[in-house]
């Protein structure tokens, strides 16, 4: 089964996301959530608070009014007055209730009011020119209200219309001996004198309403434009917050209950308002939870690149090891684990290398012996075919040419087996080679024909010491052995670009290379001898298996051995021949 491969960088985002980013947008979520709802029950608590200061502000003006009330219930001589026979009150009692009312009204708040005095049945007994002109129909029946000071309208209004011009505070008043109703205070009031007392501390999405205790509107500020039907509910309760919509438009409703006068004071706030007055915050709280996320997103790529920057630098040098590099070390950068892997690296990365110098070294000193154990099979094996020429010389009692023959001796000897070096250049050994050759013609009995072709470019090429003499060698041995009279010896040597070919051609006898040969008994190769063999293996050696030698004969057309090497130019390690007379 293939397994999905993930790097470590993928795989620490993905451990950032899971740790860190995933638990900031939950927290932030859960924390938006909170704080919406702390929004919505600070808004609820500052409404309920404000609603709570207006109404003991309206209750402070009331207060008033209600002390007023109280002194008139407790002035003698009124009840007195009221508690008489008589039903026709005098100029005086006017007067005295004109002076009553002047001295008690002095004691009232920034509302004006007018105050009347009422016999028990309901007519007006004061004379005054102020703000109170009741008819008969408004009157009647108020004796008859039982309790304290009540506030009411003479009739109720709709929400969003013209509150009544005139608000009433009626009070009964008592004979406290015999607890008798002798008459009755009704204390009168414009509703805009009420109305001024909470309109100034409400907002442009506050309706405000007051309400008596049978539900009637008895003075109301439409701010928002909106019809609010106050439900009948909240009347037995004394204080309150709750939810509503008013023609569509949601409404967050506060009512607190006035005990000075028995109303109840209901405030309507556009919740949709109310709302965006937090939005603000609102907006700098998801601006910040998005920068966070955003700042965390940014950190869960940037620290894992940064963290996984020396592992990728470290594979990278690994995967230039593989190809054969050696040289590139690891910047150290830090001092935790990472860079204490990459000092061990390059550490061992120094160790490599001193391991492969010495395989290297080993190798060279191996590869040195078995071109020295080749040379040393090549060089006898040519000193035994050159002297057996030139003792054939001395016995056919021809001593110029065995003396020339030993000379060409002494200069070969000179120029290989005095050197140490492993490798000549392609001009050298054919200057050899020409030595040779004319070290043959000395004992060579027949005519033979030599021509060279040879490229200048190649002359300098780096090549085996001994390659080109042991084949022209079996030349003569093999290839002219067959007693033609017209023998023949073409040396080329030709610049292929990466290579250099050289090929000795012979028109001797030939051989077929697909017949089976039986290995003479001195142990050499039959026909191409144990120089050929040599050679192959000294340049397969020295410049690897695709490099050699190729032979092409046949039977009567003579053999062609063609050497390929690569072109290199001989710098250092190269012999020096150079032939000489002496």
């Known amino acids: 089964m293939n397994r999905r491969h993930f790097n470590l960088r993928t795989k620490l985002v993905v451990y950032f996301i899971l740790i860190f980013v995933i638990p900031i947008i939950v927290f932030g979520i859960l924390l938006f959530a909170l704080q919406q709802r702390n929004s919505e029950q600070f808004m609820v608590r500052s409404q309920e608070t404000s609603v709570l200061q207006l109404a003991d502000r309206i209750s402070q003006e009331l207060r008033s009014i209600q002390s007023i009330s109280n002194l008139y219930y407790l002035d003698d001589e009124l009840i007195s007055c009221l508690s008489s026979d008589t039903s026709d009150y005098s100029v005086d009692l006017h007067n005295q209730l004109d002076r009553l009312e002047r001295v008690f009204s002095s004691g009232l708040g920034t509302i004006n009011v007018d105050i009347a005095i009422l016999d028990r049945e309901g007519t007006c007994i004061t004379h005054n020119d102020g703000l109170l002109r009741p008819d008969s129909g408004q009157l009647e ?14 009739h109720s209004f709709e929400p969003g219309t013209v509150a009544p011009d005139m608000l009433y505070a009626y009070r ?5 001996s015999t607890w008798q109703q002798v008459g009755a205070l009704l204390i009168s009031v414009k509703e805009h004198e009420l109305r001024k007392i909470y309109s100034g501390y409400l907002s442009d999405v506050q309706n ?30 004394y204080s309150g917050t709750f939810r509503d919509s008013a023609d569509g438009v949601p409404q967050l409703v506060s009512f607190y209950t006035i005990k000075t006068a028995g109303l109840q004071l209901v405030v309507a706030s556009d919740l949709n308002a109310l709302r965006s007055a ?21 950190a869960t790529w940037i620290v894992p690149r940064n963290f996984v920057r020396p592992i990728h630098e470290l594979q990278a040098n690994i995967d230039l090891v593989k190809q054969g590099n050696l040289d590139t070390m690891v910047p150290v950068t830090s001092s935790d684990e990472i860079g204490q892997l990459s000092e061990q690296y390059n550490e061992m990365l120094r160790r490599l290398r001193e391991v492969l110098a010495g395989l290297m070294e080993a ?60 490798f000549s250049t392609v001009g050298q050994e054919l200057k050899l080679l020409q030595d040779y050759i004319a070290l043959q013609r000395i004992s060579f009995s027949r005519a033979l024909h030599v021509e060279f072709q040879v490229d200048d470019s190649v002359r300098g ?27 023949s010896l073409q040396i080329s040597a030709r610049d292929l670009g990466s290579r250099v070919e050289i090929t000795i051609r012979d028109n001797g006898c030939g051989f077929d290379p697909d017949a089976p040969r039986q290995a003479p008994e001195d142990g050499s190769l039959p026909h191409t001898g144990l120089g050929i063999s040599n050679v192959q293996e000294r340049l397969q050696l020295a ?40």
């Open 172 to 176: 009964p008043l008592h004979d406290r």
């Open 363 to 422: 190798q060279q000193s191996q590869h040195r012996a078995e071109m020295h154990a080749l040379q040393a099979q090549i060089n006898p094996h040519f000193i035994y075919n050159s002297l057996a020429s030139i003792r054939f010389l001395v016995f056919s009692k021809q001593n110029e040419a065995a003396d020339q023959a030993l000379i060409a001796l002494i200069s070969i000897l000179r120029g290989t087996l005095s050197n140490p070096h492993e």
């Open 278 to 298: 937090y939005r603000q915050t609102t907006l700098v709280f998801l601006g910040v939870l998005v920068l966070y996320v955003l700042l965390a997103l940014a």
């Open 141 to 154: 029946g108020l004796v008859r209200r039982p309790g304290n000071l009540s506030w009411f309208a003479p």
């Open 543 to 582: 410049f690897g298996p695709e490099f050699g030698l190729r032979t092409e004969s046949a039977p009567g057309a003579g053999t062609a051995v063609t050497v390929t090497i690569p072109k290199f130019q001989a710098q250092g390690g190269a012999m020096v021949y150079d032939h000489t007379d002496s």
């Open 208 to 237: 405000a309403y007051l309400i008596d205790s049978d539900g009637n509107i008895i003075s109301c500020v439409d701010n928002q434009g909106v019809s609010y039907d106050i439900p009948s509910q909240i009347l037995p309760l």
């Open 461 to 487: 090429c780096k090549i085996c010491k001994l390659t080109l003499q042991p084949i022209a060698e079996n030349a003569f041995i093999h290839g002219f052995a067959g007693g033609q009279e017209d023998c």
